[in-house]
């Protein structure tokens, strides 16, 4: 017997919130020596990158809990003289905007604890200067297809963005799964996904390590 649109669905969100619930434990097992070291061997491997290196503008987010360290590579980004920008959630629309960031001192924590820029004292971007997105997920498969927190924030993002800006993503190595997770119509992959091991190139061949 075939499954309806609306059941089918209803599996794949299931499914999708098995694997987030693995993912995060395996996440919050990781020692905080271990989540640093490894962090760190994620933000070299990027920073060795052109994608990197040729990005005058690049969108992050900040970290939190056991997610990939995303503070070092701000600063970097910085000391870099790379503008850099950072989303701030709409819970209503569900959509993301970035702002211009010069400090930590532009955010504010105000959902889930994630640092935020406070509107009032930042610029938005204006995303035809974006070169860069660093995209954030709990889980991924090897063509890029990702698992968020399940709202749709960076679908609905990415779905408006130029092909033109690469989209990245970081991850400890046991976050990209060998096995199939569903995949539905709405869902938007990356470009290439960086690791404390390897460096996943989605788009077969326009990444490389130099
Ligand atoms: N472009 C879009 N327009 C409208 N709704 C969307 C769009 N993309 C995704 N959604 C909705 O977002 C919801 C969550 O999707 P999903 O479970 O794939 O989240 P996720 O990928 O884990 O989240 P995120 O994108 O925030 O990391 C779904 O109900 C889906 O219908
Ligand atoms: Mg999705």
Not at 17 to 33: D, F, G, N, V, Y
Not at 50 to 75: C, D, F, G, M
Not at 101 to 121: H, S
Not at 178 to 199: K, S
Request: net charge neutral; aromatic share 10%; hydrophobic share 35%.
């Amino acid at each position: 017997m075939a499954y309806t649109p609306e059941e089918n669905g209803k599996q794949n969100q299931y499914t999708k919130q098995r694997i987030r619930q693995q993912i995060t434990s395996l996440k919050k097992r990781l020692p905080a020596e271990e989540w640093k070291e490894r962090s760190a061997r994620i933000k070299e491997r990027l920073c060795g990158l052109s994608v990197w290196q040729k990005s005058r503008h690049v969108a992050l987010y900040h970290s939190v809990n056991q997610e990939v360290n995303t503070v070092p590579l701000i600063e970097e980004g910085w000391r870099q003289g790379k503008t850099i920008y950072l989303p701030k959630c709409n819970p209503q629309t569900r959509q993301l905007t970035f702002y211009k960031v010069d400090t930590f001192d532009d955010l504010e924590a105000v959902y889930f604890g994630i640092p935020e820029p406070v509107p009032e004292r930042c610029t938005p971007m204006d995303v035809d200067r974006l070169q860069c997105l660093i995209v954030p997920g709990v889980a991924f498969d090897r063509e890029g297809y990702r698992i968020g927190y399940g709202a749709g924030y960076y679908d609905r993002y990415l779905a408006t963005l130029s092909p033109a800006v690469a989209k990245v993503s970081l991850a400890f190595q046991f976050q990209v799964l060998n096995h199939p997770f569903p995949r539905e119509p709405f869902d938007q992959p990356v470009d290439v996904i960086i690791t404390e091991g390897e460096l996943i190139d989605c788009q077969g061949g326009a990444y490389h390590v130099p």
